[in-house]
């Protein structure tokens, strides 16, 4: 049974970081992207329903099943498993916290609805093109991407070794 768990955990985690690639290309094309109604149609095929559902559903599945597969494998005692767990929860604060920040702040200024903390705003008026242009060329995917694939990469290390 704990091999099934461990195929389910990383099964979902090959879900989330499919998914999660959508919002990659589309914060790495924003970067040089200079058409508003470009960037809008980028915006919107990340922030579709369906992308969110697989996406949210990956990541607790992913989330479940490493807590199950932990207790299965009495890994608790051990310092990686706890490592991995806390590195996971940094990856997703900080990237939530920078991503939909900025992110919101370029749907905003494209005329689009967009959500300030946890309240969602309608589709208002379009920013000047001088303001679009500066929050697209300023667009922390780069950032982004290091803080998600470092993390990744060193709970991948940590999964894999289990150097203590």
């Known amino acids: ?6 195929y389910i955990h990383v099964l979902a985690t090959f879900a ?8 990659s290309v589309v914060a790495l094309r924003l970067r040089n992207q200079r058409e508003p109604a470009l ?5 919107e095929l990340y922030a579709s329903g369906s992308v969110y559902s697989v996406l949210y559903g990956s990541l607790l599945a992913l989330l479940v099943s490493g807590i199950i597969s932990g207790f299965m494998g009495n890994w608790w005692g051990q310092g990686w498993i706890w490592l991995s767990l806390v590195l996971l929860i940094i990856v997703i604060v900080a990237m939530f916290l920078i991503g939909s920040r900025h992110y919101s702040r370029i749907r905003k200024a494209l005329g689009m609805a967009y959500f300030d903390g946890r309240r969602g705003y309608p589709a208002g008026e379009s920013a000047s ?14 950032t982004l991407a290091v803080i998600g694939f470092g ?8 999964m894999m070794f289990k150097p203590f």
């Open 129 to 142: 093109a001088e303001e679009i242009e500066a929050l697209l060329a300023k667009a922390p995917a780069i």
């Open 1 to 6: 049974m704990y091999q099934w768990m461990v």
């Open 16 to 23: 989330f970081l499919l998914t999660h690639g959508v919002s």
């Open 39 to 43: 960037a809008r149609a980028w915006l």
């Open 151 to 158: 993390g990744i990469a060193i709970i991948l290390w940590l």
